[in-house]
């Protein structure tokens, strides 16, 4: 073990005093914040907000990675997973400086110190976890469970960096976090940079014990190994023994990460190292009040949160407090104007070495924009609409093989999947790019490589959070994905949408690549499965964020998807979600009409219409492929059996051009609107999704109860395409229907045909039900012109 | 080891080969069942469906599983993790009768072989993965990653069932898969039963390896060992060798379960036990096609689905089929009828004992009603609405606590939280009841006991799978958790209210327990919480599913949570959403009015209006307790400003009663929906959620345009209650200011006082945005009477 001089430990414990301290402020006080006039009960907030329990331990690992980073000029970032640290984080960027460059009203002087206090979990201030706001994370401490699929993520093709990822024993319960321990089976020495994991122990979650906090060294040892780390303890309540422990550990850790990137980078070693993870175990609350009220606080989960209250009201509280805060001898810290005494700035790592403001924690602006082929290069030749089948995604996996050897050179760009790349169509990826997976590859595999940049793990969790933590550094990618499974990392969308809207009205924050999700095998095409593998749900959890960053498209067909996928990669600071299945089919649109027809976001479909010069009698709108086919059958039927009904058909690619302008950037204004759903005709909606999301959308438009909507309406089971447009209402048959009776209203010929429709949809239904083998699909051609 | 006799394992090896030729014949057959005529092209199916690959392990596990129950009497149940495994149980459920029983139709002879092939993966029958229709199962094979916190559920309270529990090397990838081993360490073996997890890896997912299918058994021994179990491995492809040792390991595993339960029930044992976990290493399509045009199949990914397609077309691929299907001998297996021979016959387990017949499989059979106390026993005094203040979820609480009471005999109901049950205020409940922890206990611990059925993980998912599994054997409970963080198991919620949706025309499965989600800490009220913290998303997800099973309610206050809450405890089959804050709250309703309210499930509060008599110019209606809040006050404050002005106030509770009654069971009749709403006034509706849902809610009701919702528009931070509202829109002013223009439609008067409604926002706002310290909230009382 490597020895660290005692004097400079001094210095880090006394840096690590102040850390503390200012985490006790930002609790505690709302005045006097350095203790140079005798506490009074004013001095103290009115309410107690925050987390105590968590912060000494992790501004002890910032204090130690800053002497690292001074050391060995290291490239590392901090990433806090205790949800509630914030404090801690908050504490530590400011003794470094980089929080007065971004706020320059939290100076690093008295007034600022007590505007750092007074901000701290206070209306109109900074929440309690670490947050966008926070200089030097890409990490919110709010929902658990991501921190080392993020740290992996930023890792990946980062091959300087140093990811410390600090897992409280709270976040370690986490479905997500448990799965992305395996994540170093997908890092690759020679390219890729490391992970720290430090598995912090205190013992507690909120109120009750941890299974890892009360589970032996022995335990744990096997448990990480087997994940395939070398883990190694740091254990104490005795600060400068945990000083002179932690240093020796993690100087230990930085040699063998350094060793294990030379043996892969310099002498070609193939073998997954065994990369270090750090188990620290100190009290909860540590340095804290031992006991109040005849209570024991350090060390037990009541250090959870405040763990000495009624301080305004309780001189007995208030004698605890006041020793405890003095106990840190800020006096010997900060300087009569608050600046932090020399010997103790002289520890904070130069310039952009500062966690706080390291560019991978503000990935915009390290971001390399993707050089990318001509979408156009990829397209199908239409000559007409609906004469050709193709799988749509085909073409955009011509589109990414090219997007991967065009990008070779610059490596920021990866593809995530649950294992689905050749379901989804996408295979001709394989034609340039492997599968990753650093174990041994047997003879049997197909593209496997340590090299490959096609993220293969079954778990949208950690392909999504993977993604996350890429791009938040800078990179780019795309996460495909079953549509009814992308529900399993739903919420990681939502806090990912979330932290975009946030971060844009952050000026200083840089832009950062959009999270492009493509869900594909779709609830209308999932022949073989059953229903709980049809569930579009994901749209209208995204139909619940901002339109600042929230973006769907439902694209039709190839043309109009290449368009989409080209505009999403190189888009920033959204989440677009792109839907579409994988399955041959029609065709619509040239390159240049799917251009237009994306740029716009919607369009009136001229040739699969009849209502020129004159205003339709119906509206037959669609979004979404199998909707599209749908409509533009009905279309024909109609205007082949009722040539004087007038027929208008308008697809939407872009969902959200139907929003009101006044909520989404997006939306048409209400004359284009008007100009396409006319201003008071029946509109028949075919819609990919739940149908009842474009009631939601498109209130506010002009007559917005006239828009009769079919859609998935959770029929489904193992069946036939067809049918499942008949069991949920949309088929062709019943779009004509409803048109015609909603048409009635203006036109008097129809109830026969009705019948007529009635009639097919029956024939076709019971021929669907009662002949099981040998099962003919109701044409798609039969229509066409 | 122990040793099973030879001849005994060669008689179930026989029964297994019959499974697997089922199996194929599910995948490949549609005449010819029994292979009795020469193989021809037209009696192969003409789409190739289903997968292969992990069901001839699934079978074997099923065949030494039924020798278990039949040596020892063992009350054993099966859940198949792996996704697509589905034909192999149904082979087995058929081959045990289970299935004939159920479905006449697929009859044990020729003839009803003939339909089990051909209903398999096929328009109109079965999926091809475990699905709720298949006997035996409280497990779905889609969404993966839930098999082991549903085998825990199943067992906690289940003293005497062994829940085998087969994960696959797929699902073992998962997030919640790995989140759920540390299961164990809430298993109490003195009350609980066992669970035998088997981790099944034959190498591969679809295409790629998988992680532990490729990590050294070391690893595997660490990792499971790491989790606290005590590993056992059989591995080969010799079938006669693998079935000696899986029987002789089976025996073992027994054993210890056994002898460990006896070690608590009669030694009076506290130890966690080392359960035993078996890993089951064999090929991939194992005693499949070798080899197929020159690629190894079987052991390789490509054995995944379908190992030799083509089968009609290709003279080749037909031969290797032939051989591989005649290889299985079927004429030794059954005999001219289609009945398995009688010595096979014999194999099966007796009544109920068989897998797919046993009752906690179909837990509605052995559910036994909760006793509920009087719920108005926990009801608040309300004289007066608005003049007092409680903790709405505290009374609950006082609730859960004597529900635990009166069913302590039964042993039949849990609670599961992730670490929140005081912070939501329901730590009443430990007054009786510990948190579940089978870890050592330390002093400083609060209520923690190897006894507790306080189930507390900082896991959303295992605590959502724990209590489905509970909940599908047979027993009931309730899951409370953080608003915003329910959508991190949403896709369970998803898919627990899909099993649910087709198990209701299921007449065999019979009615279960609701899942009963409380959501607290809502976005409202997250003070010193950030914007990551605020989400009312689940709402829209639940939205989304049908109406015969989704239930979303909203009390405002304590005697309707109450009456709320004892409906849920007392419901069968659904999904309910109860949505109220934990802090405390002014009360509206006296007991009696509440239930009536509750009953009706939205109402006219006249107390809060003052159109009596006449039809009201505005409706001012609210759902949730924050939205009735600030609705009561606009609505006093536009009472005592423009007496003139008829307002009416309606609060809705059952949020389902908004939807058109063709949509949902709860929704009223368009006359009664007039009746509070008016045909044609004005509606400003204040919404606990995003508020476009409402629009999704109302179409379809009279003239749903007017409806003018203000609800959480994705506009939080850390700040005071009062201004979360206003930042969304939701304040008493804003929904004044709104009523005001809307009605001015119909009156003359308001402009001034709309001036001044937006003249005390802005003093409000401006106060709350420069006065960060000491900030006195916005009265609540200002406005009662």
Same mark, same amino acid.
């Given at each position: 073990?490597?020895?660290?001089?005692?004097?400079?430990?001094?210095?880090?414990?006394?840096?690590?005093?102040?850390?503390?301290?200012?985490?006790?402020?930002?609790?505690?006080?709302?005045?006097?914040?350095?203790?140079?006039?005798?506490?009074?009960?004013?001095?103290?907030?009115?309410?107690?907000?925050?987390?105590?329990?968590?912060?000494?331990?992790?501004?002890?690992?910032?204090?130690?990675?800053?002497?690292?980073?001074?050391?060995?000029?290291?490239?590392?970032?901090?990433?806090?997973?205790?949800?509630?640290?914030?404090?801690?984080?908050?504490?530590?960027?400011?003794?470094?400086?980089?929080?007065?460059?971004?706020?320059?009203?939290?100076?690093?002087?008295?007034?600022?110190?007590?505007?750092?206090?007074?901000?701290?979990?206070?209306?109109?201030?900074?929440?309690?976890?670490?947050?966008?706001?926070?200089?030097?994370?890409?990490?919110?401490?709010?929902?658990?469970?991501?921190?080392?699929?993020?740290?992996?993520?930023?890792?990946?093709?980062?091959?300087?960096?140093?990811?410390?990822?600090?897992?409280?024993?709270?976040?370690?319960?986490?479905?997500?976090?448990?799965?992305?321990?395996?994540?170093?089976?997908?890092?690759?020495?020679?390219?890729?940079?490391?992970?720290?994991?430090?598995?912090?122990?205190?013992?507690?979650?909120?109120?009750?014990?941890?299974?890892?906090?009360?589970?032996?060294?022995?335990?744990?040892?096997?448990?990480?190994?087997?994940?395939?780390?070398?883990?190694?303890?740091?254990?104490?309540?005795?600060?400068?023994?945990?000083?002179?422990?932690?240093?020796?550990?993690?100087?230990?850790?930085?040699?063998?990460?350094?060793?294990?990137?030379?043996?892969?980078?310099?002498?070609?070693?193939?073998?997954?190292?065994?990369?270090?993870?750090?188990?620290?175990?100190?009290?909860?609350?540590?340095?804290?009040?031992?006991?109040?009220?005849?209570?024991?606080?350090?060390?037990?989960?009541?250090?959870?949160?405040?763990?000495?209250?009624?301080?305004?009201?309780?001189?007995?509280?208030?004698?605890?407090?006041?020793?405890?805060?003095?106990?840190?001898?800020?006096?010997?810290?900060?300087?009569?104007?608050?600046?932090?005494?020399?010997?103790?700035?002289?520890?904070?790592?130069?310039?952009?070495?500062?966690?706080?403001?390291?560019?991978?924690?503000?990935?915009?602006?390290?971001?390399?924009?993707?050089?990318?082929?001509?979408?156009?290069?990829?397209?199908?030749?239409?000559?007409?609409?609906?004469?050709?089948?193709?799988?749509?995604?085909?073409?955009?996996?011509?589109?990414?093989?090219?997007?991967?050897?065009?990008?070779?050179?610059?490596?920021?760009?990866?593809?995530?999947?649950?294992?689905?790349?050749?379901?989804?169509?996408?295979?001709?990826?394989?034609?340039?790019?492997?599968?990753?997976?650093?174990?041994?590859?047997?003879?049997?595999?197909?593209?496997?490589?340590?090299?490959?940049?096609?993220?293969?793990?079954?778990?949208?969790?950690?392909?999504?959070?993977?993604?996350?933590?890429?791009?938040?550094?800078?990179?780019?990618?795309?996460?495909?994905?079953?549509?009814?499974?992308?529900?399993?990392?739903?919420?990681? =969308? *939502?806090?990912? %949408?979330? &932290? #975009?809207?946030?971060? @844009?009205?952050?000026?200083?924050?840089?832009? /950062?690549?959009?999270?492009?999700?493509?869900?594909?095998?779709?609830?209308?095409?999932?022949?073989?499965?059953?229903?709980?593998?049809?569930?579009?749900?994901?749209?209208?959890?995204?139909?619940?964020?901002?339109?600042?960053?929230?973006?769907?498209?439902?694209?039709?067909?190839?043309?109009?998807?290449?368009?989409?996928?080209?505009?999403?990669?190189?888009?920033?600071?959204?989440?677009?979600?792109?839907?579409?299945?994988?399955?041959?089919?029609?065709?619509?649109?040239?390159?240049?009409?799917?251009?237009?027809?994306?740029?716009?976001?919607?369009?009136?479909?001229?040739?699969?219409?009849?209502?020129?010069?004159?205003?339709?009698?119906?509206?037959?709108?669609?979004?979404?492929?199998?909707?599209?086919?749908? =409509? *533009?059958?009905? %279309?024909? &039927? #109609?205007?082949?059996? @009722?040539?004087?009904?007038?027929?208008?058909? /308008?697809?939407?690619?872009?969902?959200?051009?139907?929003?009101?302008?006044?909520?989404?950037?997006?939306?048409?204004?209400?004359?284009?609107?008007?100009?396409?759903?006319?201003?008071?005709?029946?509109?028949?909606?075919?819609?990919?999704?739940?149908?009842?999301?474009?009631?939601?959308?498109?209130?506010?438009?002009?007559?917005?109860?006239?828009?009769?909507?079919?859609?998935?309406?959770?029929?489904?089971?193992?069946?036939?395409?067809?049918?499942?447009?008949?069991?949920?209402?949309?088929?062709?048959?019943?779009?004509?229907?409803?048109?015609?009776?909603?048409?009635?209203?203006?036109?008097?010929?129809?109830?026969?045909?009705?019948?007529?429709?009635?009639?097919?949809?029956?024939?076709?239904?019971?021929?669907?039900?009662?002949?099981?083998?040998?099962?003919?699909?109701?044409?798609?051609?039969?229509?066409?012109?």
């Amino acid at each position: 073990m490597s020895h660290v001089d005692q004097g400079r430990l001094e210095l880090m414990h006394k840096y690590w005093n102040a850390a503390n301290y200012l985490t006790i402020g930002q609790i505690y006080l709302q005045a006097n914040p350095l203790l140079r006039e005798p506490l009074r009960p004013d001095h103290i907030k009115p309410r107690l907000l925050g987390h105590w329990g968590t912060s000494p331990g992790l501004s002890l690992i910032y204090v130690h990675l800053n002497r690292l980073i001074q050391d060995h000029d290291a490239n590392i970032i901090y990433l806090a997973g205790p949800g509630h640290g914030g404090p801690a984080l908050l504490a530590n960027v400011y003794l470094e400086g980089t929080y007065s460059e971004i706020y320059p009203k939290i100076s690093q002087d008295t007034e600022g110190m007590q505007h750092l206090f007074r901000q701290f979990s206070t209306p109109g201030g900074v929440p309690s976890h670490v947050s966008v706001p926070t200089p030097g994370s890409i990490h919110e401490g709010g929902e658990l469970g991501y921190v080392l699929s993020h740290a992996f993520g930023a890792a990946f093709d980062n091959p300087d960096l140093i990811v410390a990822a600090v897992v409280g024993d709270g976040e370690a319960e986490t479905a997500p976090l448990e799965g992305a321990w395996k994540s170093l089976q997908f890092l690759n020495p020679r390219r890729d940079g490391a992970v720290l994991p430090i598995l912090h122990l205190n013992g507690y979650k909120i109120s009750g014990p941890t299974v890892l906090g009360r589970a032996s060294n022995e335990h744990i040892h096997q448990l990480l190994s087997g994940h395939g780390y070398d883990v190694h303890f740091v254990e104490g309540d005795e600060p400068m023994q945990v000083h002179q422990d932690f240093a020796a550990t993690l100087d230990v850790c930085y040699a063998k990460i350094r060793s294990y990137q030379e043996d892969a980078r310099q002498h070609g070693s193939t073998q997954r190292p065994a990369w270090p993870v750090i188990v620290l175990r100190t009290p909860k609350g540590w340095t804290g009040p031992k006991e109040v009220d005849g209570m024991a606080i350090e060390g037990t989960f009541r250090a959870h949160q405040v763990p000495v209250a009624e301080v305004r009201t309780n001189a007995e509280h208030m004698h605890i407090f006041e020793n405890w805060l003095r106990s840190y001898h800020p006096e010997e810290l900060f300087d009569e104007q608050g600046h932090l005494v020399p010997e103790l700035a002289q520890l904070v790592p130069v310039g952009d070495r500062r966690m706080g403001a390291n560019p991978n924690a503000n990935g915009g602006k390290l971001l390399v924009d993707l050089d990318l082929p001509a979408f156009t290069d990829y397209g199908i030749e239409v000559t007409k609409p609906a004469t050709e089948l193709h799988e749509s995604t085909r073409q955009l996996g011509k589109m990414l093989r090219d997007i991967f050897v065009r990008n070779a050179e610059q490596q920021n760009f990866r593809f995530f999947c649950p294992d689905e790349t050749n379901s989804n169509r996408l295979g001709n990826i394989f034609e340039v790019e492997n599968r990753c997976s650093v174990e041994a590859i047997s003879p049997s595999d197909d593209h496997v490589s340590a090299d490959g940049r096609v993220m293969e793990v079954l778990s949208e969790h950690l392909c999504q959070g993977w993604l996350e933590g890429y791009l938040l550094t800078g990179r780019h990618g795309l996460f495909a994905t079953y549509e009814a499974f992308a529900m399993v990392s739903a919420s990681m =969308t *939502i806090q990912h %949408a979330k &932290w #975009l809207e946030e971060s @844009i009205k952050l000026p200083w924050r840089q832009p /950062v690549s959009s999270l492009n999700i493509l869900l594909t095998s779709t609830c209308w095409r999932n022949d073989h499965n059953g229903f709980s593998h049809q569930g579009p749900g994901l749209i209208d959890t995204m139909l619940t964020k901002k339109g600042s960053v929230a973006r769907i498209y439902l694209p039709p067909d190839a043309n109009c998807l290449l368009s989409v996928a080209d505009h999403c990669l190189r888009s920033h600071d959204y989440v677009n979600l792109i839907v579409i299945d994988k399955q041959p089919q029609l065709q619509w649109l040239n390159q240049q009409d799917a251009i237009d027809h994306c740029t716009r976001g919607l369009s009136t479909w001229n040739w699969a219409s009849n209502d020129e010069h004159v205003e339709p009698d119906v509206v037959m709108a669609c979004a979404g492929d199998i909707p599209t086919l749908e =409509t *533009i059958a009905a %279309a024909w &039927w #109609l205007r082949h059996h @009722i040539p004087e009904l007038k027929v208008r058909v /308008v697809n939407v690619v872009d969902l959200m051009t139907l929003y009101p302008s006044f909520l989404h950037p997006h939306g048409l204004d209400e004359t284009t609107f008007v100009d396409h759903f006319t201003a008071d005709k029946p509109v028949v909606f075919a819609f990919h999704g739940y149908p009842r999301a474009i009631h939601e959308i498109v209130h506010g438009r002009t007559n917005p109860a006239r828009f009769h909507v079919r859609g998935f309406n959770e029929e489904g089971t193992t069946t036939t395409p067809f049918d499942m447009v008949v069991l949920n209402g949309m088929s062709r048959y019943q779009l004509c229907i409803e048109a015609m009776r909603r048409a009635t209203r203006v036109h008097g010929l129809t109830p026969p045909l009705i019948a007529e429709c009635n009639d097919m949809l029956a024939r076709h239904k019971s021929y669907i039900r009662t002949n099981l083998e040998d099962m003919p699909e109701v044409s798609d051609w039969h229509w066409t012109e």
